[in-house]
């Protein structure tokens, strides 16, 4: 298992989107260029990182125009890094009380935020709001940015985020908050 120690946090992300694209089955595909635009990945990045993890036999591929799917073996890697049951969400990791945000939760923060950038617009929310999610969602990544992100800082910013969501189209966002804030 520790071949997988190489893969940078895009392939994490990667996969990691990839398992919640296909919720975990082995038999879901995904288009590996929809995987990598919401990570901010172009074609060609998209399919470096997609060719390193079917190089290490986590994903593989389901059709000739770029259709993957996730492996025994990536499904196993992503239950072991995220808490096993990561999209249905029946074990996810959740926040804890350290001073320092774990490991395994960066790129849940990473990808939770990356999908509120991508989805801003959609949500059709008052000019305060959008400026109070904007400003959340940059405190988030700038926290992510530190080699010790604080948990408080994350935990509260999350707080935030979810009270601008609601009533909004934001459901299943609100619902991943809920998980990480063990609500």
């Known amino acids: 298992m520790n071949a997988y120690v190489d893969i940078d946090e895009t392939g994490w992300q990667f996969i990691h989107k990839l398992y919640d694209e296909t919720g975990g089955s082995l038999e879901g595909q995904a288009s590996m260029y929809n995987v990598g635009d919401t990570l901010g990945l172009d074609r060609s990045a998209a399919s470096a990182v997609a060719e390193k993890l079917i190089g290490w036999g986590l994903i593989e591929i389901k059709t000739l125009s770029g259709g993957i799917g996730i492996t025994e073996e990536g499904k196993s890697q992503v239950d072991r890094k995220f808490g096993s049951g990561v999209s249905g969400g029946t074990s ?62 994350i935990r509260e910013t999350l707080k935030s985020i979810k009270s601008v969501l609601v009533g909004s189209a934001a459901k299943n966002i609100i619902e991943s908050i809920d998980r990480l804030l063990g609500e």
């Not at 490991?103 to 949500?123: A, C, F, N, R, Y």
Request: no cysteine; net charge negative.
């Open 92 to 153: 996810a990791q959740r926040l804890t009380d350290a001073i320092v945000l774990e490991e395994g939760l960066h790129p849940v923060i990473s990808q939770l935020t990356s999908d509120l950038k991508s989805g801003i617009g959609d949500l059709k929310l008052g000019v305060d709001s959008s400026t109070e999610l904007t400003a959340d969602i940059k405190t988030t990544e700038v926290q992510m940015t530190s080699s010790r992100p604080k948990t408080a800082i």
